[in-house]
């Protein structure tokens, strides 16, 4: 069952282990398809095609808000601004 969250503090402390993977990964949005409420938060992985699901939603209707949570969790976890996470998740599409 997914977990409905409105903030990057809901998410930071339970995806904080990323930062320690070997490949350069970033928290994404995924368009839902389906009955549930909120955007997938999905993990993309630098040059690895698509993304893995969480079980975590942005329970926010509105996406440039709902990124918003994202972006901050990105900036908490990894350091980085939205600029470099959009390059990793740019690679996932080349792949």
Known sequence: MARLITTADEIVPVLDFLKNSEKRTALVLCISRGEERGYVVGIATENESGYKPTHYRVDIPQWDEASKVVDEANLRIFGRE??????????????
């Open 82 to 95: 939205p600029k470099e996470d959009w390059m990793i998740i740019a690679s996932t599409m080349r792949s």
